[in-house]
């Protein structure tokens, strides 16, 4: 026998079996940024290929190659992203930062960035640098956030002509840029 007033209960959150049926939801996912080596070349260069222009794309081969290099780290964001630095004595080089387009505006960057701060400064860099396109306004942002500022310029530098911005932040032992 029912309750009285279980049947208006039924197919709703209150009703017991309701809540057995219906499917748990989830706790959202949590991204994984693991350390990539020449294993990883195919993944990252798969990543780079869909977040750059035909004309700036590294192959699995020249990823590869990179990762072999003393002091030379990878980070693959298994939510899309990828990045590439090197380190000598206390400066670090950001040697390349993308995003899978679909995962765009998510956070994938700038948890990249960091982990890559962090990477160069457990390697004893007191600042990173980086090239950046003139004309790519998000990157901009995500470095002008993360503390860098501008300290030079390579004219022509891309293969369209377009300059490349110098980037600068020093480092702090936890990663961050200075403020």
């Not at 990823?63 to 000598?88: E, F, N, S, Y």
Request: net charge positive; proline share 7%.
């Amino acid at each position: 026998r029912t309750a009285p007033g279980a049947s208006a209960l039924r197919g709703t959150a209150r009703d017991p079996r309701a809540r057995s049926a219906a499917p748990s939801r989830a706790p959202p996912c949590a991204f994984v940024i693991v350390a990539a080596g020449p294993l990883h070349a195919t993944a990252m260069a798969a990543v780079h290929a869909g977040a750059f222009p035909p004309s700036e794309v590294w192959s699995a081969e020249a990823i590869a190659r990179l990762l072999a290099m003393p002091g030379t780290h990878g980070l693959l964001d298994q939510a899309g992203g990828m990045t590439m630095l090197r380190v000598a004595a206390d400066e670090a080089e950001l040697l390349t930062l993308g995003v899978d387009p679909a995962f765009r505006r998510r956070g994938v960057g700038a948890r990249l960035l960091a982990a890559a701060m962090a990477r160069a400064v457990a390697d004893g860099a007191s600042a990173m640098l980086l090239e950046v396109a003139e004309g790519n306004a998000a990157a901009r942002t995500l470095y002008a956030q993360a503390g860098f500022a501008e300290v030079g310029r390579r004219r022509r530098y891309y293969p369209n002509g377009e300059d490349a911005l110098l980037l600068r932040a020093a480092l702090t032992p936890c990663g961050s840029a200075m403020s």
